[in-house]
């Protein structure tokens, strides 16, 4: 686990929220890049000047915790009625197929195509949630919050780039 943020020391313990991340579909060799995303993530919603909750940064403490996945990327469900055409659908029926038998991710979470392309676990998601919640609790004793990050290639499918490629294009 690293802290990303650890609260303000001046600030009573039982005022200060922990937010904790946990990594999903970040392999065990993907595990600094999911710290650096979540370094970016945090930078970005909380510690620059113009972030959403700057202000509230010193009753924040945000942990990170990876969780490694079999795949470095969030498998997809497509189905014949999705909304990126008969192509996509056909290219990921076999994954359809074989994703509900086996889980490649730590929280087993897959891209649903469709108007929204949610990202979402199987069901209602409770024993994907309940798991996250152990870990939480067990590695962050007093985790309030848990947030689960996704390495997807979404964007990159859609233009014919890579994760990596994407990353190195970014300033």
Not at 42 to 56: G, I, M, T, W, Y
Not at 126 to 151: F, M, N, S, T
Request: with cysteine; hydrophobic share 35%; aromatic share 6%.
């Amino acid at each position: 686990m690293r802290t990303l943020t650890p609260g303000n020391a001046n600030v009573a313990p039982d005022d200060v929220v922990h937010i904790t991340i946990l990594a999903e579909a970040y392999t065990a060799a993907q595990e600094e890049e999911f710290y650096r995303d979540c370094t970016r993530l945090v930078d970005e919603v909380f510690l620059a000047p113009s972030a959403a909750f700057v202000s509230l940064v010193p009753l924040l403490a945000v942990h990170a915790i990876h969780v490694a996945s079999d795949t470095g990327a969030l498998p997809h469900t497509y189905g014949d009625q999705g909304g990126s055409g008969k192509t996509r659908g056909q290219k990921y029926k076999k994954l359809q197929a074989n994703s509900a038998s086996k889980k490649s991710t730590a929280f087993n979470l897959r891209r649903e195509d469709g108007p929204l392309r949610t990202v979402a676990p199987p069901g209602r998601g409770q024993k994907e949630y309940a798991k996250a919640r152990r870990i939480c609790d067990a590695a962050a004793p007093g985790c309030d919050h848990v947030l689960l990050l996704a390495r997807d290639n979404w964007y990159g499918e859609q233009h014919g780039i890579t994760i990596e490629q994407q990353l190195n294009e970014s300033p």
